[in-house]
Every structure is written in structure tokens, then in C-alpha cells.
């Protein structure tokens, strides 16, 4: 009873706040004045295939939304009703009347087509059947995910799920038309269908993107008044700082830290949410292209101590170096985001669930002890007898920066010499570190979501980060606590929030002290508005150029 | 004095280098009259060429200077003319040959439009009319079909070819003064023969004065009415060819006539060379520049550049033996008989 | 002339094949493969997208598939940009790029020979010195420094041309005259030296000796006997600069070729590199071609005739 | 000198009868004739004389030494990261100022010059040296041999050398030899071009053509006779292939494939620091600067050698330019 009183509480809070919004700006559905930003162009607009954030920028303004997000929380677009039912299992959601550019309505159908084509290992866990489904053991009809009827479609979970969040931001997905398009979908502007705030009117690759407003969008009449966009593409720092400076552009969507230092009262900070850190070798495993073969023992002996690992851990200071070498990253002693809500709505979970076992400031004293007694357990009298351990990293300038300090600093407190810095372009270094061709590898893993448990999904025995090879590796992950595993999937059926976050962060605290996976910093950007443009606003782990309320001064 | 075609007074031309100043030319005095041939002789290096190339003044002034004296045409004064004066005397009074044929023509541009370059720059003449002019001078100098010949480019001909249509184009504009830099020197001698042939028949058809440089005395004693033998810079001995060949006075000249194989059966005598080399121009000598070469060397010669003793009938010799004071008598080594020149009748 | 000219065709013909071959093994060399860069961690959908593009055939069968798409002039779909045909990006980029390209050779060749003639005909002057020690500079700067700092001054400072995009004339002075800059000094310095070699030759003498006016002797004579060896190397530098450059491309923001290279060899888009690279060994064969019948018109000697 | 006037002609009679007496020694009266010397120490010398060529050797022999000693000598290790020192500007202290993470930016250009210095000498010689040697077959052998290498030439020339420059990187790894055997890879086509073009013109020139026929086996022709004629040339190509190297490995670390870290280069830290040129500009200037010197010396150095090698060209730039003084202030032309 009570879980029921709470979720319908959570759901008039939303109604209730998007009508806020809604009253607040009134506009014209032609709407007026134009924007230029800098961004970078989308990998492909192809729905089904595409995977990257950059993609999910250009879908939020082309597509209508179920619920969409913004600054933070989300509020319902084509989402008439949600209704529970009482064992909190079955979704069923109503939608309002809505067309395509083309005339054609939206259907219910739409989303239940969009959701089966995004199925995967990790979000088909949720739905009935979901996991039998990607692995082809059933049929789409046993799916728990169904239209009954034109305006209707319900969602089935495999089991009362409480951190399933029922505002799915997901767009409408015309069957016939992917199946008519086939490998073209999303190629050019003409091969995509349009029922979002704006129309695709140009994609010149590597050049620019033109959007105009959509008069026949749901909302167009109280949202998205700038009429024309222009979303420049363009990867080279002078290149954007020049155009933001000449005023040809008004938003740097992402911006270098060169920038920033020239132009400081124009930039805006957004944390990360995207966690990078060290992760260790212990398997002394790798697949060598065709079978299994083990690498050089004493370094993996070295790297499966533990205290080895403390010690590594605690000579970094991360508060000082962070700052330092990635301007826009913050320093990280946890796993799970400083920003994800905690037991109550305006707590923190780090604050409601400590954790020490990684020190911000690091602690050389502590450092020397660890790695004195890793010497003894490995019968090693000195540091310099060490052998040689790969430090693997991406050769982009921040990257390199930060393998060339955490070496300095392991030098200086620890008297390592023995740490060797490997540089592999992205494709190579990726392709080593699926392969666990690499003794320290510089993780980065970015969450698509604020809840605890979108952080902890990477480390599931079978997740996608540590079941390195479905073909068959003699182990099954990197990272394998049976304890950890149970946690996070108990917590996931645990509608109690309180007991749930309690379970995260006992998992959380398995992870840490495992010190397989030692977090480094948070990975954010800074982006640059000009004075033209007010009402823009970014957030860590929403995708989407959020210009919903903005406007824009002749 | 009577009005000669052209005549050089005390020529000095010296050329700047990086490591000082070479004097080519050190005070040299000629002159040619209508219709004659005058030969100009030396070893190479001794300011021949660069003697003539001052004539037309086509040494670029920088390097080259005119220091003194002065050349003498129809009463002007050319050593003092702008370039831009000079071009108009260029092609149209006097014209010039050079040495090597195979470089001396554009190689990418047809005979025929480089020869009507040359009308064209001095007369009012249409196109037409040009080729007229240019296919008749290339008859003139024998060459066969000329038609074709204005349409060929240079690399299409041998030597001796375009040694005629460097001729032909010189006399296009019927210059009076042709100047002949070793003309025949890079060409074998049976060619040699014709081309020398072809120049005296045009010097009698258009009545053009010539001035024949080379250092081969065969070649000389039958084109040269009058000769001047340079030697380090200066003409040490100068007169009719006759004076030159049978009564030579200076100790060089003795020396360059002695080094020519003579035609008369029997078998030669050793023959003579002079020993050691031409003076480096760099730092030319005090004295007379064949002091060190010479075997009567006096001290005056060391110390004293020789005067011009005129020996009668315009023979003008360069050496202190000539001077009265000189007691040394000395007769010319080689005693020279008529047949030296073959076809020439001694006086 | 056929004869030749069919001999030539065979040539080139072998040399495209040559190329096209050889880079196709290379980059099969190359380690990783273009999906897992997309999603790195999805192994089961870069499986799933390597056999939709049949690249788990066979090596050899690929490469005979490869070929027949050659001969019929289709380069097949991108990889890692899914629904771009490569035919479809080189017909809407390489116009750009070879517009850039053919506005810098159009500002820059002209320029730099007109400065390498002049500097040599008035040989020790200010404008010889100035010349030479320009393109010493010019040469040191890298491309890379020299576009952003030409970008801040006139763009951003001064504010005479707009610093990006590929919108109007307007647009391309800027990328036009940073890269016309080294075409200038290059072209000045080699020109110079070769006005200065023919200088020396006797059929100036005889020019000069002919009386007529200076000018007809620097241009009739030396320019059009200097600019001869100018021309060989010309056809390489054509078809380097059609192709694009990369770093003015990647400054400027602008859609040309040069960008696709680069991002297509680091994201293994193998059908997207093969199609570029036999492309510009057309054009290349293409301008050697020309470039060698334009000398034999010039230079009588060579003519093939 | 009076002037006495005898049949005409005006006598110098101030002579006296010992001025007519023969000369006692004639060997003794010898011509000033310029020392000939043999070919090489001439070079040598007339470098010597040469202020410019001085002048650059003096700036190639500063920045070597430097390069040598101040990391040696430095009182930082140039990997060594100090955050209380962060984004200092030139000071006493750090003459070069130090970068974001509070490294010597002295010590680095120095550390940085070393390698730059390394892989451009070097980058730019072996491939040089493949391009002779390739060029010189193919021009003196001519035929089929020339045709097919040169159109070997132009398959590689038509092939991106990143490809070659990746491939080698991922198999070699990030160690300098892997970047100059990658340089050399994709250098040596365009030495080979320009060489074979040399020997093609010196190929039939007579004094070729006499010792062959005196037997002379083609390899001692080709370094004997023909390299002594280029030599100027190719000195002139070399100097400014060695910064051409710099930076393509500067290039290459533009793109990430450069020198594996801590090691840096001189192209890696102006590329770094042409993307702060405008707040901390110490980071982009330094670097750069070293970088202009070492081309501009190398540069100079080059014209200098060829004029050395052949004068004819030195004398003229040298004369010309005295000449234009002249016209200017003396005489019209």
C-alpha cells in the first residue's frame, strides 16, 4: 500500500511541475529568431543502430518524447496516463493525439516497436521475458511489451522492479517506414520521420546541420520559439574559441579548457558523469587473437596483491591532481555520482552512505606501509626489483597528461620505477582492453542514468565490462563477487528506497575494497554561452540540447 | 685621321669580382675600316672576346666597367651611350656570332620566329614580309630548302647548320659590322672550310666590314685583311696580315706563328712553345705581360709597360727591343717563307 | 601518339590496381576492427554488423568482391557512418576541397612565379632578399600555427573575412590564402633559382645581341625556357592540393575531403579509405598524364610526335 | 717623363743603358698566380670565410649543447610533476616558466630537443640515404628497372602515409626507432624522385662518359664524379628535410601517434602549447622558438654548404647585391 501511495505521489509531482513550466512561457508556434551553436555532428541518425550521445542531441529535437527530460527531471510529452497496477508489474500508458510532419498520427505501436528494437543485455532485464527474448530463447509475443490499441500500450516487468522509472524517454518509431528505409535510415534529412520541436532541413557531413521549427509539434506553441538552428561541427579548439570570439556562434556546446581560460565569465561548469579510473590485470590472462594465453606471472603476481593496489591507490592525491590535469574533471573516491538523490529527495546518497576506503587527499605514510608489506608477501626486498607493469591509456592529450602524473607521483612517494606508460590510438587501445592485452588500463564509464544502480551495472558478473568474452574465457569477469552480484539485483526488486540505497552501497563498498577497480576522477565539460542566447541549461547524464525554454536577443 | 668604320682608343674595361678586380682589357686601340676583315688573335684568356662584347656592350654594366678610353662609330661615341641608346646599334649596325651554334639559338622556339624577332625589332616589316626576308638570307648562307628550315626548331639541325642560320640572322638587317667570336672553333674543318666560305661572299655581296676573332692562325690568315694579336689584356702587335706572317717584331708573335705546323713536305722541325702561362689579370704585371715568358727580357721590360713603336706602313709593335736605345739585336727565330699562307701571294 | 598515349593508359590503369591492392591488405593489417569503436564494450553487435557487411568472408573473396565494386566504379557503404555511400561523399566533398585547393594553386602559382621571376631579374634587390627570407619563415611555420594565428587576426581582431564554414565567396578568402601561402613561397624559391640557371646560357647572349628590348628577352627567352622544369613536378602538386588539406579543413570547419582521410584511417572504415585513396590515385595518375603532354607541347625536344 | 719626339713617336728618354741590359735572372720573375688548392679543403675554407654559415653553426652548436647538458644539470627531473609550482610564468627560478602540472618547461624544451633533434637528424638522413641509393639504380640503370621502380614510387606516393606510420606504431610500439623507420618508410619516395632526376642529368655528360671508357665501375662514377656536382643540392635538400621531420613527428603527435610519454619532443610540446598560445603563452613560445632557430640555422646552414660546394652561385647573390648598391648610387646602368 504504502509503495502504491508513493509512486502516484511521484507521478502528480511531475504533472504538476510540467504545468508550471508550461503556463509560464507563452509563444507562437511559428516561433522567431535564430541560433548557432558548436557541437559535434551526430555518428549516425539511424535509430536503430545508433548508440552515442551525440545521436541522442539531434534526436531530442526531432523527435517527440514519451516523457522528456530536462534540467534534471522530465516531464510528459506525448504521455496522456500512466497507470500501475497494484502489484506494481504492469505499466499501462496512454497517449495523446500527435502526427508525424507527414500527417500521419502516432501510435501506440511506435513506442513498443522503438522499445523492442533498443532491447539489450542490460535494460532487457527489466521486462517479461526480456532476457529470454535478446537471447532468442522466445518470440516477440510472450515480450512483456504490447500495444492493446491505437492510443494504448502496456509495459510487463518480470517482477515488481523499484528502481524501474516509468517516465520512459523514448521516442515514436514507425515500423513501416525503418522497414522501407532499411540501411538508409537516417542517412539524409529525407530519410528520417520528424514529430519533435524541429525538422532536419541539412546535414552537411563534417560541416554544419540546419533545423527549422516545427509548426504541427505537440508542444510548439509553449516551447522551442527560436525558429531556426544551426549546429556547427567542428573538433578543433582554435578553430571553435575563433568563432565564438567573432560572434559567429552563440553556444559552445562543449569547450576546451584554452577557451575557458580566455573567456572564464562566459563558460559554465557540468559535472561528469561519466567515472574513470585504474583497473588491474589480476587474471594474468589474455587472448592473444585466437586462444587464451597467459601473461608474464611475477607482474601478475604483483598486480593480484592487494596491498600492492592500496598502495597505489593511496599515493594519489586526488583532490590536488585532478583539478590540475583535467580542468573540467572532479575528483572521485566513489563509484556511484555526488549527485545521485539519496534517501529523501533533497539528500545525497555519498552524503546518507559514507565511504572511506579511497582517500580524496591520498596518504603517503599509509602508501609506504602498504607497499612495504606487498614487497614482503611477494619476497621482494626493494621497489627498483619491481618488474615492468604496462600502464595502457587513449593518447589524447588529457589521457597522456594524466598517465604522466600519476607515474611522476608513484615515482616521488613510492619510488616506482617499474610503471611503463603504453600510448595506443582509441580503436587499438579499446580492442587491448576487450582482448585484456594490458597489466593497468585507464578505465572510463559513463552511466546513462542518476540512479545507483546504472553505476554498478558494468560490475555484474556477466555485465558488460567484466564479461570480457562471451567466447568462452576460462573466467567470467574481471571483476566476479557472487555477494555483489546478489546485492544489486535484490536491490533492484527492493521498492523500500531506504533498504534499497543500503544494499547499493554495501555493493558500492565490496567494489572499493576489492581495489580491482580504483576511481581516479569524474569526467565533466565546460560549455560557453553567449550573452545573445539566455535560458540554455546542460545536465551531467541527460542527453539532448535542452533550448526548450531559451531565447535569443536580435 | 682619316675616317675609319669604327675605331677603339685606349680601351680599359675591368670586371668586379668578390676577390678584387680583373682588368680583361688594358688599354687597347683598333680600328676597322668599310668592308675590311680585321683579325683579332690571342691565346683564350686574353681579352678578346671580352674586347668585342665591349664593342656591343653586352657585358651587363655591374660587373663589367669601362674604366677609359673610348669606341668610335660614325662619329659617336658608344662607350658612353645608356643601354636603351645602345639597343638601336644592337642587330642593326653592328650583329654578332658566337662559338658554340648548339646553345646559341632558343631551344623551344622555331628558327623562323627568332629570326623575325630581329627584323621586326628594327624595321617596320610585316610578317610576311619578314619570311621573305629571312627564307632569302637562308638561301643566301646555303642552306638547302630554307622553307622548311624557317619551320624547324634548332635541335632538328647539326652544328654547321646552325652556324648558317646564325649567320643568315646576323646579316638579316644588313648590319656594316659583323663580329665573329671563334665562329668556326666548335665545328670540324670541312665545315669550317664552308662557313668561312659563306662569310666572305656575304662581306662581298653586302659589303659588311668583319671582325674575326679566334686563336687558330690558319683560320685567320685566310679571312684577315689586317691583324691584332692580344696578349694579357693588350694588343702587342697589330698591322696588315702580311707584316704579321713574314715580318713579325714582337717576341710573342714569333712564339704563336712558331707553334703552327707548316704544310711543306718535309717533316717539320720540333715545334716551338712558349713556356709557362698567361699573367692571372687579377694583379697584372708592372711591365710588358710576356716579360716572364720572354726570352730577351730586359729590365725596362719588367718595370716599364711598353709604348706602340710603329714600324711603317701601320705595323705597330708593343716591345722595348724596338726602341732605338735597345742594342740587343735580335732576329725572329723562325724564318718564315711565302707558302706560310697558302693561296696568299706575298707582296 | 596513339601508341604512346594507349601505353600510357596501361601504365596508369596498373598503377591504380597497384595502389588500390596494396592499401586493401594494408589496412586489413591494421589491428581492431571499425564496430568495436563505436560501442566498445557491444562485442555480439560488432559481430553482428561485420557479417552484415560481409567482412568475416574470407580475405580473398572480400578483395575480389572489392574489385568487381572497382571496375564498376561503386565504392560500397561507409562503415562506421552507416547509410553514406563513399560514391555519394566524394561527389558532395571533393567539389569543396578541389575548390579550396584549385583557389589557393590559382592565388599562389601565379604569385610565386611572378616573385621568383622578379627576384631574379632584379637579383640582390629588397624584394630578392625579402623573398627568400619570407620563405624561409613561411616554411618554418607550421600550417597548424599559421592557420589559427591568420584566423585570429583577420577574423576575430580585425573582423575582414568570417573565420568559418563554407557559406559564401567570403567565406573561402581566408582558407584560400593560408593555404596559397605555401604554394608561394615554394614556387618563388624554385622559380628563382631555375630563372637564374637559364640566365647563364648562351641563347640569351645571342638575344640580347640581337638588339631587341629587355623584356622580350626575359620573357620570350628565359621565362619560357626557366618554367619548363617548373612543370613536371606541377601534376604531383595539382593532385596534392585537390586532395585537400586536412589541418586548413579541420581549423576552418570546412566539408571538404581532407577530414574523411584522416577519421576513416583512425576508425578503420576500410571501404571509406579504399575509396579515397583509389580516387586520388586518379586524380594523381590523371595529372601526371596531362602534365606530360603539356610539356611536350612546350618543349619541342620532348614532343612526342 | 719628358717625351722626346724621334721619326714621329715620342721616346721615353729618362732610360738608361742598364735599363736595356737582358734581366740577370728571368726564373726569378714570376707571375702572382691564386694557389689552386684541392677541392675539399677549398669548401672548408670558404665556409670558414663565410659570417652567415658562422653564425648558424655558432646557433646548431648552442642548442646541441644545450640539449645535452641542461637536462644533466637541471635541478628537476623533466617528468617530475609539482602542483605548488603549477602554471608559473618565466621566472628565475623556471626560465621557460612551468606547464599545467608544474613540470620545468626549461628541462622539457631541453629533453624535447634531444628527441626532435634525434629523430629529424636521423628521420631525415635514412630516408635521404634510401632515396639516393634507390634513385641512383634507377637512373643509371634506366630501362625497365627505372620505369618499374618509379612506378613502385608512385603506388607508395598515392598511399596515405599514416596508414604505413599506424601499422608501424602498433607493431613497433611508441619507441623512437618505430617512429624513424615509419619516417623512413614514408620519406624515401620523394628523395629517390629528386635523385633520379640528378643522375639522369649528369648521366651523358661527357666527364661521365670519359670514365666509363677509362672503366670505371658505375658506383665509384656515381660517388666520385657525380655526388661531388649535387652535393650542393643535396645539402640544401637535406637541411630542410631535417626540420621536415621535426614535424612530422610533431605532426603525428597532432593526430596521437607521437613519442610514448614521459619522453616529449619539441613538436609535442608547441603542439601542446599552440592550443594555450593565448593565456599562458611562455608554453607555446618557447618551444616554437627553439624550433625556428634550429630550422632557420639548418636553413642557412644548408645555403651556405651549397654555396661552399659550388661558389658560382655565392659569388653572383654576393656581387648582385653590391651592384645594386652601385646602380643606386653611382652611374645608370
Not at chain 1, 544 to 549: A, E, R
Request: glycine share 8%; aromatic share 10%.
Amino acid at each position: 500500500m504504502m509503495k502504491r501511495v508513493l509512486s502516484l505521489v511521484m507521478a502528480l509531482a511531475m504533472i504538476f511541475t510540467a504545468a508550471a513550466a508550461m503556463a509560464e512561457s507563452t509563444g507562437t508556434v511559428e516561433g522567431s529568431g535564430s541560433l548557432t551553436f558548436v557541437s559535434t555532428e551526430p555518428n549516425t541518425l539511424n535509430m536503430i543502430q545508433s548508440a552515442s550521445n551525440l545521436d541522442a542531441d539531434v534526436f531530442y529535437l526531432t523527435s517527440a518524447m514519451l516523457y522528456r527530460p530536462y534540467n534534471g527531471s522530465s516531464y510528459p510529452e506525448l504521455a496522456e496516463s500512466c497507470v500501475v497496477n497494484e502489484t506494481n508489474t504492469v505499466y499501462t500508458y496512454t497517449i495523446k493525439d500527435a502526427v508525424y510532419t507527414d500527417g500521419s498520427k502516432i501510435t501506440a505501436a511506435d513506442f513498443v516497436y522503438y522499445l523492442i528494437n533498443k532491447l539489450d543485455a542490460t535494460s532487457a532485464v527489466y521486462y517479461k521475458n526480456g532476457v529470454k527474448y535478446v537471447n532468442g530463447e522466445c518470440t516477440v509475443a510472450d515480450l512483456g511489451i504490447y500495444a492493446v490499441d491505437e492510443k494504448t500500450f502496456v509495459v510487463e516487468l518480470e517482477a515488481a522492479t523499484a528502481d524501474f522509472d516509468p517516465q520512459l524517454e523514448i521516442y515514436p518509431l514507425n515500423q513501416a517506414f525503418v522497414e522501407a528505409k532499411g540501411d538508409a535510415l537516417g542517412g539524409t534529412p529525407a530519410d528520417m520521420m520528424y514529430s519533435g520541436p524541429y525538422v532536419l532541413t541539412e546535414w552537411v557531413y563534417g560541416s554544419y546541420l540546419t533545423f527549422t521549427k516545427n509548426p504541427t509539434y505537440i508542444n510548439a506553441a509553449d516551447s522551442f520559439q527560436i525558429k531556426d538552428l544551426k549546429m556547427i561541427h567542428s573538433v578543433d579548439e582554435s578553430g571553435r574559441y575563433a568563432m565564438f570570439a567573432a560572434g559567429e556562434v552563440d553556444l559552445m556546446v562543449t569547450v576546451g579548457e584554452s577557451t575557458v581560460e580566455q573567456i572564464p565569465d562566459k563558460c559554465h561548469y557540468n559535472p561528469g558523469s561519466a567515472i574513470q579510473g585504474l583497473e588491474f590485470n589480476t587474471k594474468g590472462m589474455y587472448f592473444d587473437g585466437s586462444t587464451f594465453a597467459p601473461r608474464d606471472p611475477a607482474v601478475t603476481a604483483v598486480l593480484a596483491n592487494k596491498n600492492f593496489r592500496m598502495a597505489l591507490s593511496y599515493a594519489i592525491n586526488r583532490d590536488l591532481i585532478v583539478p590540475v590535469v583535467n580542468g573540467s574533471g572532479t575528483a572521485s573516491t566513489r563509484v556511484i555520482n555526488a549527485d545521485v538523490v539519496g534517501n529523501t529527495a533533497d539528500s545525497k546518497f555519498v552524503d546518507d552512505y559514507p565511504s572511506t576506503v579511497i582517500p580524496g587527499a591520498g596518504d603517503e605514510a599509509l602508501a609506504k606501509e602498504y607497499m612495504e608489506k606487498a614487497l614482503a608477501e611477494l619476497g621482494y626486498k626493494s621497489v627498483s626489483e619491481l618488474p615492468t607493469i604496462k600502464y595502457l591509456t587513449f593518447d589524447s592529450n588529457m589521457y597522456r597528461l594524466t598517465a604522466e602524473v600519476l607515474q611522476s607521483e608513484w615515482k616521488r612517494v613510492l619510488g616506482l620505477e617499474c610503471i611503463q606508460i603504453e600510448l595506443k590510438p582509441v580503436s587499438d587501445a579499446v580492442m587491448s582492453m576487450v582482448f585484456m592485452d594490458y597489466d593497468i588500463y585507464y578505465q572510463s564509464l559513463t552511466s546513462t542514468a542518476d540512479a545507483p544502480r546504472s553505476f554498478l551495472e558494468f560490475w555484474i558478473t556477466g555485465g558488460s565490462v567484466s564479461d570480457v568474452m562471451q567466447a568462452g574465457a576460462p573466467f567470467s569477469s574481471i571483476y566476479s563477487d557472487p555477494k555483489f552480484d546478489e546485492l544489486v539485483k535484490n536491490a533492484m526488486y527492493e521498492f523500500d528506497p531506504v533498504k534499497r540505497n543500503a544494499m547499493m552501497a554495501e555493493a558500492e563498498q565490496l567494489l572499493l575494497e576489492s581495489y580491482i577497480f580504483v576511481p581516479i576522477q569524474w569526467n565533466g565539460n565546460y560549455y560557453a554561452v553567449s550573452d545573445r542566447l539566455q535560458g540554455y541549461v546542460q545536465n551531467e547524464s541527460q542527453d539532448g540540447i535542452m533550448i526548450n525554454y531559451a531565447t535569443v536577443t536580435e | 685621321m682619316s675616317e675609319h668604320l669604327l675605331e677603339v682608343k685606349n680601351l680599359h674595361v675591368s670586371f668586379r669580382t668578390v676577390i678584387g678586380e680583373v682588368k680583361a682589357v688594358r688599354g687597347v686601340d683598333f680600328y676597322l675600316d668599310r668592308g675590311e676583315t680585321l683579325g683579332l688573335v690571342g691565346e683564350s684568356g686574353c681579352g678578346k672576346s671580352v674586347t668585342v662584347q665591349t664593342v656591343m656592350r653586352l657585358n651587363p654594366e655591374p660587373p663589367a666597367e669601362i674604366k677609359e678610353g673610348s669606341i668610335v662609330y660614325q662619329g659617336v661615341d658608344i662607350a658612353k651611350l645608356s643601354d636603351k641608346e645602345m639597343r638601336k646599334y644592337r642587330g642593326k649596325e653592328f650583329s654578332m656570332i658566337f662559338q658554340d651554334a648548339m646553345t646559341s639559338l632558343n631551344p623551344t622556339t622555331r628558327i623562323g620566329k627568332q629570326m623575325k624577332e630581329m627584323l621586326q625589332a628594327h624595321r617596320k616589316v610585316s610578317d610576311q614580309e619578314a619570311r621573305e626576308i629571312c627564307i632569302r638570307m637562308l638561301s643566301m648562307v646555303g642552306l638547302p630548302n630554307p622553307e622548311t628550315v624557317y619551320e624547324r626548331f634548332p635541335h632538328t639541325m647539326s652544328g654547321g647548320q646552325r652556324q648558317r642560320v646564325m649567320i643568315a640572322m646576323a646579316l638579316s638587317c644588313n648590319p656594316s659590322i659583323l663580329i665573329a667570336d671563334e665562329p668556326t672553333t666548335a665545328l670540324d674543318v670541312t665545315i669550317q672550310a664552308q662557313i668561312l666560305e659563306v662569310m666572305n661572299n656575304l662581306k662581298r655581296e653586302l659589303n659588311t666590314s668583319i671582325i674575326f676573332i679566334t686563336h687558330n692562325m690558319g683560320v685567320v690568315a685566310r679571312m684577315a685583311d689586317r691583324l691584332a694579336v692580344m696578349y694579357a689584356g693588350q694588343i702587342i702587335e697589330s698591322g696588315k696580315s702580311e707584316d704579321i706572317f713574314y715580318r713579325p717584331k714582337h717576341p710573342y708573335t714569333w712564339g704563336l706563328l712558331g707553334s703552327m705546323p707548316s704544310l711543306k713536305g718535309e717533316v717539320p722541325k720540333r715545334l716551338l712553345s712558349i713556356p709557362g702561362t698567361p699573367p692571372d689579370l687579377f694583379a697584372p704585371p708592372k711591365g710588358c705581360g710576356f716579360a716572364s715568358r720572354c726570352e730577351h727580357c730586359m729590365n725596362v721590360c719588367v718595370n716599364r709597360v711598353p709604348p706602340e713603336y710603329d714600324v711603317g706602313d701601320g705595323h705597330k709593335v708593343r716591345c722595348w727591343l724596338l726602341d732605338p736605345r735597345c742594342k740587343a739585336d735580335v732576329k725572329p727565330p723562325i724564318g718564315r717563307d711565302q707558302e706560310l699562307i697558302p693561296g696568299k701571294e706575298a707582296e | 601518339m596513339t601508341k604512346y598515349i594507349i601505353k600510357r593508359l596501361l601504365i596508369s590503369l596498373l598503377t591504380i590496381w597497384a595502389v588500390a591492392t596494396v592499401c586493401f591488405f594494408l589496412l586489413r593489417l591494421l589491428p581492431g576492427n571499425p564496430f568495436i569503436l563505436q560501442n566498445p564494450l557491444d562485442m555480439k553487435n560488432a559481430e553482428k554488423m561485420m557479417a552484415y557487411y560481409g567482412l568475416d568472408r574470407p580475405l580473398w573473396e572480400q578483395y575480389l568482391s572489392y574489385l568487381d565494386g572497382l571496375i564498376h566504379l561503386d565504392f560500397g557503404y561507409s562503415l562506421t557512418h552507416v547509410g553514406r555511400s563513399v560514391n555519394a561523399v566524394i561527389a558532395q566533398y571533393f567539389p569543396i576541397t578541389a575548390q579550396l585547393g584549385v583557389q589557393a594553386l590559382l592565388l599562389g602559382m601565379p604569385l610565386g612565379l611572378l616573385l621568383g621571376i622578379l627576384s631574379a631579374v632584379r637579383r640582390g634587390g629588397g624584394l630578392d632578399y625579402g623573398c627568400q627570407l619570407s620563405s624561409v619563415v613561411l616554411t618554418a611555420i607550421p600550417s597548424f600555427v599559421l592557420a589559427a594565428v591568420m584566423q585570429l587576426i583577420f577574423g576575430v581582431y580585425l573582423k575582414w573575412f568570417p573565420v568559418s564554414q563554407w557559406l559564401s565567396f567570403r567565406h573561402t578568402i581566408l582558407p584560400t590564402l593560408v593555404l596559397s601561402i605555401g604554394v608561394i613561397s615554394g614556387h618563388c624559391r624554385s622559380m628563382r633559382t631555375l630563372m637564374l640557371e637559364v640566365g647563364r646560357q648562351d641563347y640569351l647572349k645571342t638575344a640580347k645581341a640581337k638588339g631587341v628590348s629587355n623584356v622580350r628577352v626575359v620573357v620570350f627567352h628565359q621565362i619560357r625556357n626557366a618554367i619548363l622544369p617548373m612543370i613536371t613536378n606541377m601534376g604531383l602538386e595539382i593532385a596534392g592540393m585537390l586532395m585537400g588539406s586536412y589541418i586548413i579543413e579541420k581549423v576552418f570547419s570546412i566539408p571538404g575531403l581532407g577530414a574523411y582521410f584522416v577519421n576513416s584511417i583512425t576508425g578503420l572504415d576500410y571501404t571509406m579509405t579504399l575509396g579515397l585513396v583509389v580516387f586520388q590515385a586518379v586524380i594523381v595518375v590523371a595529372a601526371n598524364f596531362i602534365v606530360d603532354l603539356l610539356y611536350g607541347l612546350i618543349d619541342p625536344r620532348v614532343r612526342v610526335v | 717623363m719628358e717625351k722626346i719626339k724621334k721619326n714621329g713617336q715620342l721616346y721615353d728618354d729618362t732610360l738608361t743603358e742598364e735599363d736595356f741590359s737582358p734581366v740577370p735572372d728571368r726564373a726569378a720573375i714570376v707571375d702572382q698566380i691564386r694557389p689552386s688548392m684541392r677541392y675539399w679543403p677549398e669548401v672548408g675554407k670558404r665556409l670558414m670565410k663565410n659570417k652567415m654559415a658562422i653564425a648558424s653553426l655558432t646557433v646548431l652548436a648552442v642548442i646541441v649543447l644545450l640539449a645535452i647538458f641542461v637536462p644533466i644539470f637541471s635541478p628537476y627531473e623533466y617528468d617530475a610533476s609539482n602542483f605548488l609550482a603549477a602554471k608559473q610564468k618565466p621566472s628565475w627560478a623556471h626560465p621557460f616558466g612551468t606547464d599545467k602540472v608544474g613540470r620545468d618547461m626549461f628541462t622539457r624544451v631541453f629533453v624535447g630537443t634531444r628527441t626532435s633533434l634525434l629523430i629529424g637528424v636521423i628521420g631525415a638522413l635514412i630516408p635521404y640515404i634510401i632515396g639516393m641509393t634507390i634513385g641512383a639504380i634507377s637512373g643509371w640503370v634506366g630501362g625497365t628497372v627505372d620505369m618499374v621502380i618509379m612506378r613502385v614510387v608512385d603506388v607508395m606516393l598515392c598511399i596515405p602515409s599514416m596508414i604505413y606510420m599506424i601499422l608501424i606504431l602498433v607493431v613497433l610500439g611508441g619507441s623512437p626507432v618505430s617512429l624513424i623507420v615509419a619516417l623512413a618508410l614514408s620519406g624515401w619516395m620523394g628523395s629517390a624522385r629528386g635523385f633520379r632526376g640528378r643522375i639522369l642529368q649528369f648521366k651523358n655528360r661527357e666527364f661521365v662518359l670519359a670514365a666509363k671508357t677509362l672503366g670505371a665501375r658505375p658506383g665509384r662514377i656515381i660517388i666520385r664524379h657525380i655526388l661531388p656536382n649535387i652535393l650542393g643540392n643535396m645539402a640544401v635538400g637535406l637541411c630542410s628535410a631535417i626540420p621536415g621531420a621535426i614535424f612530422a613527428e610533431a605532426g603525428m603527435s597532432y593526430i596521437g601517434l607521437g613519442i610514448s610519454p614521459p619522453m616529449t619532443s619539441l613538436g609535442q610540446l608547441s603542439t601542446d602549447g599552440v592550443a594555450v598560445f593565448m593565456t599562458e603563452f611562455h608554453r607555446f613560445f618557447f618551444p616554437s622558438l627553439i624550433i625556428s632557430l634550429l630550422i632557420f640555422a639548418l636553413f642557412m646552414f644548408g645555403n651556405c654548404l651549397r654555396d661552399a660546394l659550388d661558389p658560382k652561385l655565392r659569388d653572383e647573390d654576393y656581387m648582385a647585391r653590391v651592384y645594386r648598391r652601385m646602380r643606386k648610387g653611382g652611374r645608370k646602368a
